[in-house]
């Protein structure tokens, strides 16, 4: 449930969500796999090609290492003066990657993965621009976790759960319901939200804003305990399976609009009872299912 088993047959959009690696760019690595060393897929259905977690996720990290200690540009950009205002493009060149669309996509598909712009302009012509500070990166550089590794590079200290009891309509941020769910800090929480590990908390009770103007979720209490309690006695993949195809047919048989019936709603209705990924198997399974009926 956490995105750690490794025997799991990932396609290659699911590889993009996890690892950050777009579907183009692993074709164009398995297609001169000769010298990129890229593996075979583990499974392959027609044009349709699933790797194995335990495949893809140690080559990536072997393959971004390299390329990491290959990039020139990498050591000028960061070194010198921390408080050097880099562009997007800039830094983008400083991690290794030819275009922006990578360290965009992170903003925007993965919260709190990579640090907000410490500077943000509107152009004239209405033209969005971004600028970190060069000692910003290079902090998060050292830092970074791999490719699909929750835990960072350096040791740090979890941040202290809130009390176990307490009022069920509170409201938590991310960093106090972190420790509840077993995650050392808030931005793993936000990297499991966004890639679907966690798809009951997509939806926040509410929004709080810091001075900067960052937008950060909040979610009742009665919500995040009830979603510990779930994956601390969470039964057999086999049995969740069994529970979620159930979930998914009572849903659409007592709907309105079966329409209506989204893998958001589901989870957030039957916490810890698995991924977006498992929720769609098993809600399209179910519809297949009336179908016929």
């Not at 921390?82 to 983008?92: D, F, P």
């Not at 893998?263 to 991924?275: E, F, K, M, S, Y």
Request: hydrophobic fraction near 30%.
């Amino acid at each position: 449930m956490t995105g750690t088993d490794a025997d799991e047959l990932l396609t290659a959009q699911q590889i993009h969500e996890e690892f950050g690696l777009s579907p183009s760019r692993l074709s164009e690595l398995h297609r001169d796999r000769a010298t990129t060393g890229c593996p075979e897929p583990d499974e392959t259905q027609g044009r349709r090609r699933r790797w194995k977690r335990g495949t893809i996720g140690p080559y990536l990290t072997r393959y971004r290492a390299a390329k990491t200690s290959r990039s020139p540009v990498r050591h000028s950009l960061l070194t010198g003066d921390r408080g050097r205002l880099l562009s997007t493009s800039e830094v983008a060149q400083a991690l290794g990657h030819k275009r922006t669309v990578t360290l965009l996509a992170w903003l925007t598909d993965r919260p709190g993965y990579f640090p907000e712009p410490d500077v943000t302009e509107t152009t004239a012509g209405g033209r969005r621009r971004r600028f970190w500070y060069a000692g910003t990166v290079a902090d998060w550089t050292g830092q970074r976790p791999g490719p699909g590794n929750t835990q960072p590079k350096t040791r740090t200290t979890p941040a202290a759960a809130p009390a176990g009891d307490g009022d069920p309509d509170e409201l938590l941020d991310t960093k106090q319901a972190a420790p509840l769910l077993g995650y050392r800090s808030h931005l793993e929480l936000h990297r499991a939200i966004a890639r679907g590990i966690l798809p009951e908390l997509t939806e926040p009770d509410d929004i709080t804003r810091s001075s900067r103007g960052l937008a950060g979720n909040l979610y009742k209490r009665r919500r995040i305990t009830a979603l510990q309690h779930a994956r601390q006695h969470a039964p057999s993949s086999t049995e969740l399976a069994r529970q979620r195809l159930h979930a998914a047919l009572d849903a659409l048989r007592t709907a309105a609009d079966p329409a209506t019936v989204t893998v958001t709603a589901l989870a957030r209705a039957h916490p810890g009872h698995g991924t977006t990924t498992a929720w769609n198997e098993n809600l399209d399974e179910a519809r297949h299912t009336l179908q016929e009926d």
